[in-house]
């Protein structure tokens, strides 16, 4: 049996969609804080919060192999991560798959990186067989900017000349549905990334050509990056993540020239000029 914590999140419902098209769907099993809200998902779904090591341990009974999706909540993941990887070992989990960050181990996002360093530590210290998924930046990060962008004029970031090899969340879905259905991946850790990298203004510029519009990329500092997405409604603590993140990428920590995604995935990854496409049409 497989198990996927935070199957209702933006990607552990595509890794479900993905998973049902290679085992049956009574073979998965989906962790929720809710499980009233994944009636959707089609296969069981059990009460399984990374802060109840207990509740963990009873979800996890009969799970064989695990995708530990990793929590949205900087500062408390590594501790939450720590309570699902002891609730697998005491459930009698055989491996687990766990959503880590591209190059974690010299990423200059540190902000990111030190927790997803901490769970790879102790998912390898744990004795249960792992594989790592070191997902690179989503494309929906800065698609998500496209109505924004097109409304203001323009495209803001702090990630400078900085080349980003991201890949929708479907990509990544397909590589840990690939992970954890086929063979040949215990004790591997894949560097994720999309097969084309672009700079924010080639990004903004792919947004001209589909739109028709002159939008710009306006570079930032750090700083002031943070201040425009509190203006526009990020809590501050989320603001500043979300700046720092683009500064990293300004020193190349979103790149990656290794196609190990598309690989794993076997097939190219989901092109720029599509993931734009598909925010503009609707």
């Known amino acids: 049996m497989i198990g996927i914590t935070g199957a209702t999140g933006q990607l552990g419902r595509l890794v479900v969609e993905q998973l049902k098209q290679k085992v049956a769907a009574k073979q998965i099993v989906a962790l929720v804080r809710t499980p009233a809200k994944a009636t959707a998902l089609g296969v069981e779904a059990r009460e399984g919060d ?5 509740q963990l341990k009873k979800a996890l009974a009969g799970v064989e192999t695990l995708l530990l999706i990793s929590s ?3 500062g408390q993941r590594a501790a939450q991560h720590r309570n699902v990887i002891e609730a697998a070992k005491e459930a009698g989990v055989t491996r687990v798959v766990y959503t ?3 190059h974690a181990d010299r990423s200059a996002i540190r902000l990111l990186a030190e927790e997803h360093l901490a769970t790879e530590s102790d998912l390898k210290a744990s004795g249960l067989h792992w594989t790592i998924l070191r997902n690179g930046w989503y494309t929906e990060n800065y698609t998500a900017s ?12 702090a990630a400078g000349t900085g080349k980003i090899s991201s890949a929708t969340r479907a990509d990544y879905a397909a590589a840990a549905a690939a992970a954890l259905s086929t063979e040949g991946h215990v004790g591997q850790a894949y560097e994720l990334a999309g097969d084309q990298a672009y700079s924010l203004e080639e990004f903004a510029a792919e947004i001209s050509r589909q739109t028709g519009k002159a939008i710009p ?4 500092s750090e700083a002031e990056y943070a201040k425009v997405l509190e203006r526009v409604g990020l809590p501050a603590q989320m603001a500043q993540a979300y700046a720092n ?6 020193q190349g920590a979103l790149f990656d020239d290794g196609r190990a995604l598309s690989k794993l995935i076997g097939r190219p990854t989901t092109p720029l000029a599509a993931a734009v496409s598909a925010v503009l049409q609707n």
């Open 72 to 74: 949205n909540e900087l």
């Open 217 to 220: 990329y306006k570079h930032m």
């Open 50 to 54: 990374y802060g109840n090591p207990a």
């Open 245 to 250: 993140f683009d500064a990293g990428a300004a």
């Open 146 to 157: 496209i109505p924004g962008a097109v409304a203001h004029g323009a495209f803001m970031g």
């Open 100 to 102: 880590s960050l591209l």
